[in-house]
């Protein structure tokens, strides 16, 4: 199950606390791709720009069959 109160960063990386000080904390709406209603849930990700933040989430939620509606 996908922890939504988590911040999530790029999976199967490493990232220094003195690099991770320079990221900003995207704020990424999701929904289920076959949904009843354009309601989303939130999750948090640390990256340098939303492009950055748009893929980290691509690739955390790939697994539960959801997509990126906003960053």
């Not at 606390?17 to 849930?41: D, W, Y």
Request: no cysteine; net charge positive; aromatic share 12%.
């Amino acid at each position: 199950m996908l922890d939504l109160k988590s911040i999530y960063g790029r999976p199967n990386t490493v990232v220094l606390p003195f690099l991770r000080s320079f990221m900003n904390t995207f704020q990424v709406g999701i929904r289920n791709r076959e949904a009843n209603s354009s309601a989303l849930h939130n999750i948090f990700v640390k990256a340098f720009d939303a492009d950055e933040a748009f893929d980290i989430a691509t690739k955390v939620i790939k697994p539960y069959d959801m997509i990126v509606k906003d960053v």
